[in-house]
């Protein structure tokens, strides 16, 4: 089921958010970038089946505030005034970001689309790729319809058991705890508290009263004979003239 008309915004926003992660699990859509051009917003309305012209002119002409109020219409978005708000651009998004999410799941595209908000020449191509598998005009834009059966088409995909040999966690020997010898705490003598032995009682060592150094006899200085005073000249007064 694509998001449809005839119901209300929140239930088509909730089928849009179940709709996308069913078909690419684990996908995150990105918050709308950044406010759309006249031009982008007019190719996205154009893409998704709405009679605009493609040109960078305001969004204030008849053909597109027609286009717009049908979209607003459509998705049960309110107000319905023809103008390209906050919220009509969000939902637009939305819409671009989930059809990408399943090309990219039913084509296989390689590289893949980008999720994005903007319905450019890849994302056209790829329509255009969908369209002629389907022997359908390639005309490279998703309608209603279009979206409907690829929405169908992503669906199965999905719903398929993978044929890919799901690649069998090849029975690695289970990692058999290669019976290493359990460490055995290689019976170390089990640390006994080596006693180091008690200081042998190394016996009482009496302190062996070293022979207190013989007093070698004090070598007595023969008392040299002593420099006999010689004289110390008398000062002679200076005889004053």
Same mark, same amino acid.
């Given at each position: 089921?694509?998001?449809? @008309? &005839?119901?209300?915004?929140?239930?088509?926003?909730?089928?849009?958010?179940?709709?996308?992660?069913?078909?690419?699990?684990?996908?995150? @859509?990105?918050?709308? *970038?950044?406010?759309?051009?006249? *031009?982008? @917003?007019?190719?996205?309305?154009? &893409?998704? &089946?709405?009679?605009?012209?493609?040109?960078?002119?305001?969004?204030? /002409?008849?053909? +597109?505030?027609?286009?717009?109020?049908?979209?607003?219409?459509?998705?049960?978005?309110?107000?319905? /005034?023809?103008?390209?708000?906050?919220?009509? *651009? /969000? @939902?637009?998004?939305?819409?671009?970001?989930?059809? *990408?999410?399943?090309?990219?799941?039913?084509?296989?595209?390689?590289?893949?689309?980008?999720?994005d908000q903007f319905y450019g020449p890849k994302t056209e191509a790829a329509i255009k790729e969908f369209q002629k598998k389907h022997q359908l005009e390639a005309t490279g834009i998703a309608n209603l319809a279009l979206r409907q059966k690829l929405d169908e088409e992503a669906k199965k995909v999905i719903s398929k058991p993978s044929t890919q040999p799901t690649?069998?966690?090849? %029975?690695?020997?289970?990692?058999?705890? +290669?019976?290493?010898?359990?460490?055995?705490?290689?019976?170390?003598?089990?640390?006994?508290?080596? !006693?180091? %032995?008690?200081? !042998?009682?190394? %016996?009482?060592?009496?302190? $062996?009263?070293?022979?207190?150094?013989?007093?070698?006899? +004090?070598?007595? %200085?023969?008392?040299?004979?002593?420099? $006999?005073?010689?004289?110390?000249?008398?000062?002679?007064?200076?005889? +004053?003239?």
């Amino acid at each position: 089921m694509w998001c449809g @008309f &005839g119901k209300s915004s929140a239930v088509i926003a909730t089928a849009c958010v179940i709709s996308a992660s069913f078909v690419i699990s684990n996908t995150t @859509f990105a918050d709308r *970038q950044r406010n759309y051009t006249p *031009q982008e @917003f007019r190719t996205v309305l154009r &893409g998704l &089946g709405y009679n605009v012209k493609v040109t960078n002119t305001p969004l204030s /002409d008849a053909e +597109t505030k027609k286009a717009i109020s049908e979209f607003q219409k459509g998705y049960k978005l309110t107000p319905v /005034d023809g103008i390209a708000g906050p919220k009509t *651009q /969000d @939902f637009a998004a939305n819409i671009v970001q989930i059809l *990408q999410a399943n090309l990219n799941a039913v084509l296989k595209t390689n590289p893949p689309l980008p999720r994005d908000q903007f319905y450019g020449p890849k994302t056209e191509a790829a329509i255009k790729e969908f369209q002629k598998k389907h022997q359908l005009e390639a005309t490279g834009i998703a309608n209603l319809a279009l979206r409907q059966k690829l929405d169908e088409e992503a669906k199965k995909v999905i719903s398929k058991p993978s044929t890919q040999p799901t690649v069998k966690p090849s %029975p690695s020997p289970t990692a058999k705890p +290669t019976a290493s010898p359990t460490a055995k705490p290689a019976a170390s003598p089990t640390s006994k508290p080596t !006693t180091s %032995p008690a200081p !042998t009682k190394s %016996p009482a060592t009496t302190p $062996t009263v070293s022979p207190s150094p013989t007093e070698s006899p +004090t070598a007595k %200085p023969e008392a040299s004979p002593s420099p $006999t005073e010689s004289p110390s000249p008398t000062a002679s007064p200076t005889t +004053t003239p």
